[in-house]
C-alpha cells in the first residue's frame, strides 16, 4: 500500500525533539481496494551521518477512503492543536467532504 519513503534533512540542533512527516510514496491503485480496515507494518529506521541509530516497527490501520475520521486522540500527535478539546480532536466538519452529490440530489424533490 505504500512503497519505501526516505526523508533526508538536516535539524537545526541537537538534544532537541523534532517532528518529521515525509511524504509517504502511497500505491493509490492498492488503496482504492480497501474496503475495510486492515494493519499495516511499518518498519522506521533513522540515520545520522550514515549509521543506522536502530529501526522501528509499528503497526498502524488503514482504512477505507469511505471512512469518514470524526476524532483523531491527543495521543496521536498527528493534529494541529486548535481543535483539541477534553482529550481528542473534534473532526465533525469532515463530514462535509463525504456528501454524496448525486445521492443529495436525488432525493430533492422539486
Same mark, same amino acid.
Given at each position: 500500500?505504500?512503497?519505501?519513503t526516505?526523508?533526508t534533512?538536516t535539524l537545526?540542533e541537537?538534544g532537541?525533539?523534532?517532528?518529521?512527516a515525509?511524504k509517504?510514496?502511497?500505491k493509490?491503485?492498492h488503496?482504492?481496494?480497501?474496503? =475495510?480496515?486492515v494493519?499495516?507494518?511499518?518498519?522506521?529506521?533513522?540515520?545520522v551521518?550514515?549509521?543506522?541509530?536502530?529501526?522501528?516497527?509499528?503497526?498502524? =490501520?488503514?482504512r477505507s477512503?469511505?471512512?469518514?475520521p470524526y476524532?483523531?486522540?491527543n495521543s496521536e500527535?498527528?493534529?494541529d492543536?486548535?481543535?483539541i478539546?477534553?482529550?481528542?480532536?473534534d473532526?465533525?466538519?469532515?463530514f462535509a467532504?463525504?456528501?454524496?452529490?448525486k445521492?443529495?440530489?436525488?432525493?430533492?424533490k422539486?
Amino acid at each position: 500500500m505504500i512503497a519505501t519513503t526516505v526523508w533526508t534533512g538536516t535539524l537545526p540542533e541537537g538534544g532537541h525533539d523534532y517532528y518529521i512527516a515525509p511524504k509517504v510514496n502511497y500505491k493509490f491503485d492498492h488503496l482504492r481496494n480497501v474496503t =475495510q480496515q486492515v494493519p499495516l507494518n511499518v518498519d522506521f529506521e533513522v540515520e545520522v551521518n550514515g549509521q543506522s541509530l536502530g529501526d522501528k516497527a509499528e503497526t498502524v =490501520q488503514v482504512r477505507s477512503i469511505n471512512d469518514c475520521p470524526y476524532g483523531v486522540a491527543n495521543s496521536e500527535e498527528t493534529v494541529d492543536d486548535e481543535n483539541i478539546e477534553n482529550g481528542s480532536a473534534d473532526l465533525g466538519w469532515m463530514f462535509a467532504a463525504y456528501v454524496n452529490e448525486k445521492s443529495f440530489r436525488s432525493s430533492i424533490k422539486f
